[in-house]
C-alpha cells in the first residue's frame, strides 16, 4: 500500500499551524497568565491560572485551622486542594508554621524576562532526536549513550 504523497504546500501549511498554536499555548501559559500570587494556605507562588476558589467541603476544613473571616475569597493552589479534598489540613499549611520571611527591601521584581531566557535554556538543554543544543558553541552535539 503506497502512502499519498503531500505537498511541500500542504506540509508547510501544516507546519505553520502546529507552530502558532505553540506560539499561542506559550503566550496563554506564560505570558497573559502572571507569576507572583500566593495561595493563601501555604503561602508558595503560583501563576494565577492556577488557584482556584476552595468549595464548601474546603471552607469546613479551613475554618478549623484559619481564624480569617474571609475563608470564602481565599486562593487555593492544586497541591492543597488535593489534601483539602481528602479533608486534611495541607502539610504545608501557614497553620503549621511554613512562612516566607518579610520580603527584604531593596529586591528588584522579578521580569518576564528572566523567565523567558530560563524556559530557552531549558529548551536548548533538551535532547532532540538524539542531539543537544550547546548554547555556548552554538552547536547541536550527539547525545552519548551506553549500550550493554
Known amino acids: 500500500m503506497d502512502l499519498p504523497e503531500v505537498s511541500d504546500v500542504q506540509s508547510r501549511q501544516d507546519f505553520e499551524m502546529r507552530r502558532s498554536h ?3 499555548y506559550f503566550d496563554e501559559a506564560f505570558l497573559k ?17 492556577y488557584l482556584k476558589s476552595p ?9 478549623t485551622e484559619f481564624v480569617d473571616p ?19 489540613t ?7 508554621g511554613f512562612r516566607y520571611p518579610p520580603k527584604p527591601r531593596g529586591l528588584p521584581a522579578l521580569r518576564m ?7 530557552i535554556h531549558a529548551k536548548q538543554t533538551t535532547p ?7 548554547a555556548e558553541t552554538s552547536t ?7 549500550h550493554l
Open 22 to 24: 505553540s506560539y499561542r
Open 33 to 49: 497568565n502572571d507569576f507572583g500570587h500566593a495561595c493563601d494556605v501555604c503561602d508558595r507562588l503560583w501563576f494565577r491560572k
Open 55 to 63: 468549595t464548601i467541603a474546603h471552607l469546613a476544613v479551613l475554618r
Open 70 to 88: 474571609n475563608l470564602a475569597e481565599f486562593s487555593v493552589c492544586n497541591t492543597c486542594r488535593r489534601s483539602l479534598n481528602s479533608k486534611k
Open 90 to 96: 495541607p502539610p504545608l499549611a501557614k497553620t503549621n
Open 113 to 119: 524576562a528572566h523567565f523567558t531566557q530560563a524556559t
Open 128 to 134: 532532540a532526536r538524539g542531539r543537544f543544543y550547546c
Open 140 to 146: 547541536w552535539t550527539l547525545r552519548k549513550t551506553n
